[in-house]
């Protein structure tokens, strides 16, 4: 149908978008405001209570808050960014047994919700 | 004019002993026990304004959290039980707890004083709507607590209302409080009725009635003809939830449209039952503050007059989007539009009225002149509702909650403030702060714009009432969040009139008999008045007595009335000329027996249908009780 | 300020058994707001009755002889009422209490044969909104009926003791005006719910 | 590429559920009107405005001046008896007729012109309001049913649309401002409206008649496309559900299938044909979850499985206890049903 095209026609500016954001001088180079509108747009919020996303109150998750300091990720990960942005990419890879669906997240959408989850202190 | 004069007129010299003897005939009994049997009209009255103001202030509470959770999109202080709770409980307060019943509070204190007699016609019926009211009150608001509060609307749709959509005892609790609130009320207008055409100072004729008066007149009317209606649908609606009737059933041949239509032929008067005492006491006002009569006397009482019997013939337009037939709906727009010629008159008589006079502008001239901005936006804004298909855009949004919050904040709590600063004086003997009076009215005026106002674009932008929540991409944050700081800043304006009362109950100024110089007979007894209202009942020679013995230095009485007992004049209907003199009870407590045995029967039917029985019986021997005659038989 | 007297009440009645009296004001004020009840439940019957296919559901007309002896039988009652009330207009105590006497019996004669012929009704309230309207106008008029011989009982009670009066008789003319407004109650309902069914499937 | 227009449309893009409608606000809004009623409404209101600004000043300015009359002068300078009723007569008498009496005659010839009859064949909708969600069904000539879906209304743009509303259980109501004003769904009743869309584009509707816990939650997306988009999408919607095409979808269709989820909801093509919830035929079609409240991505259909009385209380959609394995198997399962 339709759908796919849509979403792929939207997703494209972002890559774009990315672009220009080479320079940010961050641990990071993910732009963690973009990030903010990425969680909100995969629905991270519907299974995670995540601090400053609105309506991000789900209970099936963990709540992510203060998740930069947690030591592991989804209890099998070192807390690294690179770590993470796998986690949010390939769940099912790295944990067979996890809940947590494949959202098909983009490396530079999956970059700036890492580069955003981090602020979360 | 046809009195019956005396031989030829005498000057009177009260002697303290009979003035002392009249007190203790009329006077309350005090304490704890002498409260449940008090039945003079200003006790009863200030109960009614004073429980009034109690639930307003709750139900405001109600609105402000459901204010601060709009504050902002994906909110999540109330979820929505509570909110649907919530905003059912503060429309059904705010109508039927608050605006009706301390109208009719103003109107038991004022209107006895201002037609110059010493209570009301029934005084122990009078006592007992105070505590149907009051018990109704309590236990509506006891079920917020319980948390199982009505929680369908305050016009409770049915199939909505109904069992299978709303079980437990929320909407039951809602349709039996109705009940409550319906009897006190027409209590209420009984009493008004009947005091206000029979017991008149003699000379009061009707063309020289108060526009108080004439206003409490027409309000007591609309109450005794639109009320019936809700009677008969709440009933129906309880017998459907209790003992499984079918009346708004569709799959067995009942109708749900049968209840809007009766809810709504009593629903919209009903608005117009609590603008049109509004009504008048910016007339009294207006009068009192230009210190001259007001123009268009005639023209005034025919727009009240006139604006009660069209509010009987809209009620359609609250069910333009039901899919009724498009040209019988047409009638109700034209009906719904005529209302703007009576309101255009009243308005243009008051600035007329207004026009060249030497102003004073105290506290409750300015929640006046605040009620012109606001109700001729909202009365605008009413004309737009009545076309069909404007209406079909912004029915049931929130252009329609800015509509309803300015005509009945504007129309009818504006002047109410006004009018509690203006008799205040009256009523407590002291003197409101002024200054104190003008911040109020500034805060809550521009509070009251900056909360509703914005409401009007929220609606046509498409934000339908009744939301506990909505999503930030709507773009109605901003907007929602300005409504909810004006809300605050209204309420700080409405806190400052409260403590300002409260104050001014020990610390006011002393008032005096007329601190306004107001032209009638309530300001003619001392402040606030003795337990008999006049030691004298005056006699009436134009609208405007007291302005009238200032210029000649004298005034005239009725004398003849017997000191040891309760007795007040009964005059005729049109001219008020003396024919009788009634002989009226005094304090009991079989009018509050009678209440709880009422609210025994129309709370327990909720729980069981027995309690009908048990009620009826109650209720008949208390009557019983409270009529039966006790010896020794009056024989003069 | 001088105060004049102006108007000497002493001399009048502190008795008013008519007009004048607040209480004969009340009884009609209570009588215009049970008469816009009984309205809104005529237009209640009628609106149902509108928008049903078969009116009633059943298609059977309601039988209509023991109604309309109900009929005559509390207009019957009404003029024993007027009777009395006369009779203590001329101060005849004796012709006050037997009247009220003979009404009470002839209401609570209605209410038995009203009660037979609740017990018949071959629907129940819960089956159809036909069932329901015309159980709440019955049981309504049923309360009425009550209320009125429960409440002239009480009338009846005073009289015989000797209480009412030429001039101390307010009480029994609001029970009059009262009890009038009862039986009148009945005709609309009697039409509606006995004889509107006939025009329907007739 | 301009600066500009890439963070905006990264804006689109986050903004959750607007991604999916036409702009970034406006898409419920009877002040931005995109089809002919709600022009027509439009067209009555602007005007209105203005005239009814105008009276308020005139009122206010009036009342302004006369009590600040006297102020200035020091003396009481009070109108004529005469003049007073002049001014009463003018302004509260034919003030109110000259304002009030076009006002309702346009009104009426605007009412007529949107009650207007359709034409025959005219494509036929029907909208069934749910607790809280809307069916929909597209009707053939005859009134049979050629199409079920749920939440998201397909019309071709510049067609007046027939929709017949219906409710099977307490009164909602119909409403999408950009195109058209409400109408109630009663029950026991049908009550017709027609739409049509000027320019294509996704409006939002919301149910405008409270209705009880989840009213607030209650919208849907009305999408007004090219004729031959909308045939394409019709046709589509007309298809049983497609087959699974790998094992993990084989997987899911057999946990909806003897987990709970096929007792209320139907997937035309399989044995699943509950009628309590919205259809699924298509679901991976549709543009949202649960009557427009989340955006349908794969996240928000895992949460709104688990967890659906989270994200909107009151619902009557029962949380499923599923093994992640068989979660995962079901998202991928209904996420294949364009």
Redesign the interface.
């Known amino acids: 149908m339709t759908t796919k095209p849509a979403f792929s026609v939207l997703l494209m500016p972002l890559f774009f978008a990315v672009g220009c954001n080479e320079s940010e001088v961050m641990s990071l180079p993910g732009d963690p405001a973009k990030g903010k509108m990425a969680i909100a747009a995969y629905g991270c919020g519907s299974c995670h209570a995540i601090p400053g996303i ?2 991000a ?1 789900g209970r099936t998750g963990p709540p992510l808050e203060r998740i930069a300091e947690r030591t592991y990720l989804a209890g099998v990960l070192p807390n690294t960014p690179e770590q993470m942005m796998r986690w949010i990419r390939i769940p099912e890879a790295i944990d067979p047994l996890t809940a947590m669906p494949n959202m098909d997240v983009s490396v530079n959408d999956a970059r700036d919700i890492t580069a955003y989850l981090y602020t979360l202190k | 004019m046809t ?4 031989a030829e ?4 010299i009260d002697s303290p002993e009979e003035t002392a003897h009249l007190a203790r005939t009329w006077y309350s009994p005090r304490g704890f026990p002498g409260w449940f049997t008090q039945v003079n009209q200003r006790m009863i009255g200030k109960r009614f304004i004073i429980t009034a103001f109690i639930f307003f202030l709750l139900a405001g509470i109600l609105g402000l959290l459901m204010r601060l959770q709009l504050a902002a ?2 909110q ?1 202080l109330l ?3 509570l909110y ?1 709770q919530f905003f059912t409980m503060h429309g059904t307060v705010m109508m039927f707890f608050f605006a009706i019943p301390v109208m009719e509070g103003v109107a038991i204190y004022i209107v006895p004083l201002m037609v110059g007699t010493r209570d009301m ?2 005084p122990r ?1 009078n006592a007992f709507g105070y505590y149907v009211y009051l018990i109704g009150g309590i236990v509506l608001f006891g079920s917020l607590l319980l948390g199982m509060a009505p929680n ?2 305050w016009f409770n ?1 049915v ?2 209302a109904g069992k299978l ?2 079980p437990g005892y929320g909407v039951d609790v809602w349709t039996t409080m109705i009940t409550f609130i319906e009897v006190s009320a ?1 209590t209420a ?3 008004l ?3 206000i ?3 008149r100072a ?1 000379g009061m004729s009707l063309n020289r009635m108060p526009l108080f008066v004439w206003a409490a007149l027409v309000m007591s009317f609309m109450i ?2 639109a ?3 809700v ?3 709440s ?2 609606l309880i ?2 939830r209790l ?5 708004f ?10 209840w809007q ?2 809810f709504w032929y009593f629903g919209h008067p009903e608005v117009y039952i609590i603008l049109v005492p509004a009504l008048g006491m910016i007339s009294t006002i207006i009068i009192t503050f230009t210190g ?1 009569p007001i ?2 006397y005639t ?1 005034l009482v025919l727009s009240v007059v006139a604006i009660g019997f069209v509010s009987f013939g809209l009620w359609v337009h609250h069910m333009f ?3 009724l037939p ?1 040209l019988g709906m ?1 009638f109700f ?2 009906a719904s ?2 209302i ?2 009576p ?7 008051w ?9 004073r502008f105290h506290t409750p001239m300015l929640w006046v ?1 605040g009620f ?2 606001i109700f ?2 909202g009365g ?2 009413g ?2 509702v ?12 929130f252009f329609v909650v800015a509509h309803f919050h300015y005509v009945l904040i504007g129309g009818a709590v504006f002047p109410l403030i006004g009018a509690v600063y203006y008799w205040w004086p009256k009523i407590i003997g002291r003197m409101m702060n002024e200054t104190a009076g003008k911040w109020s009215f500034w805060l809550a005026f521009i509070g009251f714009n900056i909360t509703f106002f914005p409401m009007h674009q929220l609606g ?3 934000m ?12 109605w944050g901003d907007l929602n969040m300005l409504a909810t700081i004006g809300a605050l800043v209204l309420a700080v304006g409405f806190g400052i009139t409260l403590v300002n009362a409260i104050w001014s109950v020990s610390r006011g100024r002393p008032a005096g008999t007329n601190p306004w110089n107001a032209p009638t007979l309530e300001w003619a007894t001392e402040s606030p008045p003795a337990s008999y209202n006049f030691r ?1 009942i005056p ?1 009436v020679e134009s609208r405007w007595p007291l302005w009238d ?1 200032q210029r000649q ?10 000191n040891d007992r309760r ?1 007040v ?2 005059t005729s209907v049109l001219d008020a000329s ?6 009226l009870p005094g304090p009991s407590i079989w009018p509050f027996a009678s209440a709880v045995a009422a609210s025994t029967g129309f709370i327990g039917i909720i729980f069981h249908p027995i309690f009908f029985v048990i009620g ?1 019986f109650l209720v ?1 021997f208390s009557l ?1 009780a409270w ?1 039966w ?1 006790r010896r020794p ?4 | ?14 008795f ?1 058994p008519d007009r ?4 004969w ?2 009884i009609l ?2 009588i ?3 008469s ?2 009984v ?3 005529c237009v ?1 019957y009628l ?2 009755a509108a ?2 296919e078969t009116w009633p ?1 059943t298609g059977k007309v309601p039988p209509i002889l023991w109604p309309s002896i109900n009929l005559g039988l509390l207009l019957l009652s009404s003029f024993t009422m007027y009777l009395a009330g006369q009779g203590i207009n001329r101060g005849d105590k004796r012709v006050l209490a037997i009247g009220v006497t003979t009404s009470v019996l002839l209401a609570t004669v209605v209410l038995v044969l009203r009660s037979l012929e609740l017990m018949a009704y071959e629907f129940s ?9 015309v ?2 106008i019955s049981v309504f008029h049923y ?1 009425h009926v ?2 009125i011989v ?2 002239s009982a ?1 009338v009846a009670i ?1 009289a015989w003791r000797g ?1 009412f009066t030429r001039e ?1 008789q307010i ?1 029994v003319v609001v029970d009059t005006n009262y009890w009038y407004f009862v039986c009148i109650a009945w005709i609309p309902f009697y039409l509606l719910l006995y004889w509107v069914p006939r025009l329907y499937v007739g | 590429m301009i600066p500009g227009t890439r963070s905006r449309a990264i804006v689109i893009l986050g ?4 991604t999916l ?1 036409s702009g ?3 898409s ?4 931005n009107p995109a089809g002919s ?2 022009d ?2 439009a067209r ?2 602007w005007p ?1 405005l203005v005239v ?1 600004s105008l ?2 000043m005139l ?2 300015a ?2 302004l ?3 600040f ?3 200035k002068k020091g ?5 004529s ?1 005469r ?3 002049n ?2 007569i003018a ?3 034919i ?3 000259a ?3 076009p ?2 005659l346009s ?2 010839s ?3 012109e ?2 207007a009859p359709l034409p025959d064949g005219a494509l036929t909708v029907e909208v069934v309001g749910k607790l809280w969600w809307w069916e929909v069904h597209y009707l053939d000539e005859t009134g049979g049913r050629i199409a079920t879906t749920a939440n998201e209304i397909h019309i071709p743009v510049n067609e007046p649309v027939r929709f017949l ?1 219906k409710s099977d ?3 909602h ?1 119909f ?1 999408v ?1 950009n195109l ?5 769904m ?4 049908t ?2 409206t027609s739409v049509t869309a000027n320019q294509p584009g996704i409006y ?1 509707g ?12 209650m919208a849907f997306l009305l999408v007004a496309e090219e004729p031959e988009a909308f045939e394409a999408w019709l046709e589509g919607q007309r298809q049983p559900a497609m087959e699974p095409a790998t094992a993990q979808e084989m997987l899911g269709r057999e946990v909806f299938l003897n987990e709970d989820c096929a007792d209320c909801h139907a997937i035309r093509g399989t044995s699943a044909e509950g009628q309590d919830g919205p259809d699924l035929t298509h679901i991976a079609s549709r543009r949202t979850l649960a009557a427009a409240t989340t955006p349908n991505r794969i996240g928000h259909l895992g949460g709104w499985i688990t967890d659906p009385q989270h994200i909107k ?2 619902n009557q959609m029962p949380s499923t206890e599923l093994s992640p394995a068989n979660l995962q198997a079901l998202l991928s399962y209904l996420g294949s049903l364009e």
């Open positions: 609105l309506g109150n | 009195l019956h004069k005396a007129q005498r000057d009177i999109p994906e999540q979820g929505p039980e649907n016609a029934f019926l369908a609307g749709y199939p909505l959509y709303s027409l207008a009984v009493e009725i009947v005091t055409l029979r017991m003699p005794v003809f009320m019936p209606a009677i008969v649908s009933t129906l017998l459907d003992v499984d009737t079918q009346f059933i569709v799959e067995s041949g009942g109708e749900p449209l049968l239509h009766l001259r123009f268009g023209a989007t039901t899919g498009q047409s727009t034209a539009a005529m703007a010629i309101s255009g008159v009243q308005i243009f008589c600035i007329a009225s207004l026009w060249g006079a030497k102003i002149l012109f901005a001729v936006i605008l804004t004309v737009m009545a076309s069909i298909p404007f209406d079909t855009q912004v029915h049931d949004t046509l932008e498409g339908p009432r009744r939301i506990y929540t909505y999503a930030d991409e709507m773009g004298h006699v013995w230095d004298e005034r005239r009485v009725v004398t003849g009335l017997r007795e004049v009964l003396p024919v009788g003199v009634q002989v009826f008949f019983v009529f005659p038989w009056r024989n003069d | 300020m001088r105060v004049l007297e102006a108007v000497d009440v002493s001399g009048m009645s502190r008013n004048r009296a607040p209480l004001w009340g004020g209570l215009t707001i049970e816009a009840v309205l809104t439940f209640s609106y149902l928008y049903a559901p309230w819960k089956d159809h909104a036909y069932g329901s309207i159980w709440a309360v009550t209320s429960v409440g009480v005073l209480y101390r009480g | 903004a959750g559920i607007a409608l970034c606000s406006g419920q809004s009877a002040l009623a709600a027509l409404i009555l209101w209105t009814a009276v308020t009122v206010l009036l009342l001046v006369a009590i009359r006297a102020h003396a009481a300078l009070p109108l008896a003049q007073s009723r001014l009463v302004c509260g008498i003030l109110p007729l304002a009030t009496i006002f309702a009104s009426f605007i009412g007529r949107i009650d509303l259980n307490v009164i109501s409403w401002p058209q004003g409400k109408t109630d009663m029950p026991g009743r009550n017709v939002r919301q149910c405008a008649e409270y209705c009880g816990t989840q009213h607030a939650l209380p009151g």
